[in-house]
């Protein structure tokens, strides 16, 4: 049981800018207030990730989506009435409010809404969205425990929450909705037959990067 004064701790830390690893349904993540660029940066550096690679900003409601994205599409809607909070990530047309180095320079952004209890006290208390990728090195495997986190940025972020073991083990499922069909951009615990009941699925096939995590490791 994480305690209150470990979740207050983090909740200050990332209003100052700072980065702290927080557990998830699906893998532990390295989480930075989405909308200030200076902290993103420090989950980069921190992650040694390549900028190129766009990161997932996680929302306290459903209702703050309206503030970082163009969300018009009715099977979206659908899919985040069915899905939110939990592990599934949707690519939507992002507003100018999002900083550039948290969509790697595209024009759309990855949101979702994290089940975790942990992760939803910190970022509802908080009040702002959390750009939160994976907490390991690029090109390691993504953390399923506090100890994974420690063992890859131990001295290299200010704070781990150690939440247990996540439920899911692998990361969010991440789907895109164009003309009424979800593309499934990256496979995760929300399958593509879960999905089907809202409209067709396709799987979009390799080539550039236009969502987090489709690098083979990240």
């Known amino acids: 049981m994480v305690s209150a004064q470990e979740c207050a701790k983090a909740i ?3 209003r100052e800018g700072e980065v702290v690893a927080l557990p998830t349904e699906t893998v532990y993540g390295l989480a930075a207030d989405a909308l200030n660029p200076d902290a993103v940066v420090k989950v980069f550096e921190a ?5 190129f690679d766009p990161l997932i900003v ?11 994205a163009i969300v018009e599409s009715k099977v979206a809607h659908k899919l985040m009435g ?6 599934l990530t949707i690519i939507f047309p992002k ?21 975790h209890p942990i992760f939803r006290e910190v970022v509802r208390e908080l009040k ?3 750009a939160a990728p994976s907490a390991n090195r690029f090109g390691r495997i993504s953390p399923t425990t506090a100890q994974h986190v420690f063992d890859e940025l131990s001295g290299r972020i200010p704070l781990i ?3 247990g073991a996540t439920e899911h083990g692998i990361e969010s499922t991440i789907v895109q909705v164009a003309d009424d069909t979800i593309e499934v951009l990256r496979r995760g615990p929300v399958t593509d037959d879960m999905l089907r009941e809202f409209a067709e699925v396709q799987t979009r096939p390799s080539g550039d990067i236009i969502a987090p995590g489709q690098l083979p490791s990240h």
């Open 161 to 163: 929450v150690d939440g």
């Open 128 to 130: 702002r969205t959390l």
């Open 82 to 87: 069915k899905f939110w909070p939990g592990p």
């Open 58 to 68: 996680h929302l306290p409601i459903p209702e703050a989506s309206d503030e970082i």
């Open 12 to 14: 200050s830390l990332l």
């Open 47 to 51: 992650k040694q990730r390549p900028h």
């Open 95 to 115: 507003r100018a409010i999002v900083p550039e180095i948290v969509t790697a320079g595209l024009d759309t952004v990855a949101v979702r809404m994290s089940a």
